[in-house]
């Protein structure tokens, strides 16, 4: 019995140790899962870290590119940084590739009074670009877009417009840095102006076909200019940029000098915020700084006869400006207003010479000089409202105050008869618009206005205009 149960102990303890040896093994495999899966729980929260930083990164990149873009001048550049940030922009070489666009524009005009007679009494200068189209049908400026990173340090912008009649020529042509520090942003080339709140903006991208009237009247339309702008956007909540631009000034109120240095010279400052989650602010305010040399305009004496006569002295132009959006809840497809006005004030002092020594009777056969000291103003303010997705309608008051004038060539022979141009004359406008967008790339609009620009009777204008978008074009500025 007792050699029984010893043979029993004996096998179970055979058994056992085999048992034994197997959970043991068993453990020292867990034991090697658990280091890893404790090495890969670390590793993975590591990663999760850095993920969780380089997404903080990218949404503040976003933010700055957000506020840039409303800056007018950065937005691109900003907006590839950010992509970059996120991980989810272009490839490294399609980001090199120029985006292109092409817009397409043209009219039907019909008008009151002959639009080759176009005057803005009491101002220079007054015709030509500034006018409205040609009656009939007519084919406007088309606009091409060439726009590309060229390095991680700078992007360019060359935008040609090709003339209805044949030819091209270039709009804007310039570079702008992408990696400046502290807010810093430097252009250098053609470009339009920052001054005000319009300028900066294509002429497709306006709520009406043609410029206010003191665009026209003061900045020959719009203000371009060749030269460099520098522009710093404050790392605050509060959307603030302040600007400074050195250019050759040879655009209106400027003149071309052919001379070495700074021909003009302009400040701007803007501030913008939003005021709750459906309305969003800018205010501005710009000055510049010119001085023509032989600015010449043309104009009929007492006897029917042209005349030329030139400018040189000093130009200072003041402007202000302000917008006002509103969409509800910040969500502008259905339904979204905008309130927009700007006002300019121009003071020049200089000479101004009489010529009409080219005439077969001149009146005088010498030239005529005097002193000119001029105070104007203007401003103008629209509305547009988008009572329905794809349709807004919209209204624009805009005038020209004649001002103080002094005109010192009248005591050296020539008549106010003979300058006719510089009469006693404050211009007016009333313009209403309806149109519709059947995408963002097109639009057809009408536009009706009564135009006091001229002295006498007003201008009846009925305008017909297409836009067409053909091709990458990146957003309008705000």
Known sequence: MFRRNLIAVAVALTCAVPAYAQDAELAKIRGEIKQMRD????????????????????????????????????????????????????SAENSFNPAMSLILQGSYARTSRDPNQYRINGFVPSGGEVGPPKRSFGLNETELNFSANIDPYFRGVAIAALAPEGGIAVE?????????????????????????????????????????????????????????????????????????????????????QNKNGIGSSSLFGHLGGDIGVSTAWRAGLSHLWTSPKDRSYTDTDALGGTVTNSFTGRAKLLALDGVLKWAPNGNA?????????????????????????????????????????????????????QFYPRWRVGYRYDALRYGTLNNGVLAAGPTAADMPLLANHSPSRNTLMLDFSATEFSRFRLQLAADKSRSGAADNQIMLQYIHSLGAHGAHKF
């Open 39 to 90: 090495s890969y729980e670390k590793r993975i929260q590591e990663l999760e870290k850095r993920l969780s930083e380089a997404e903080s990164k990218a949404g503040k990149a976003e933010t700055t590119a957000n506020k840039a873009e409303q800056s007018a001048g950065r937005a691109e550049g900003a907006v590839v940084a950010a992509s970059a940030a996120r991980g989810a922009g272009r």
């Open 172 to 256: 804007e042509a310039y570079f702008q840095t992408l990696a400046l520090p502290e807010g810093l942003t430097l252009k250098g080339g053609r470009y339009f102006s920052g001054l005000g709140y319009l300028n900066e903006q294509h002429q497709h991208a306006w709520d009406f076909r043609d410029a206010p009237l003191p665009y026209k009247a003061f900045l020959g339309n719009q203000y371009k200019q060749d030269g460099v702008q520098l522009k710093w956007l404050a790392p605050t909540d509060l959307f603030m940029e302040v600007g400074a631009e050195l250019a050759a000034g040879d655009r209106y109120p400027g003149s071309a």
């Open 333 to 385: 497809t259905e339904r979204n207003f905008k309130l927009q006005g700007e006002y300019f004030r121009l003071k020049q002092d200089g000479t101004l010479t009489y010529d009409d020594t080219a005439q077969t009777t001149p009146q005088f056969g010498t030239l005529r000089s005097g002193n000119l000291q001029t105070d104007q103003s203007g401003y103008y303010l629209q509305g547009v409202w």
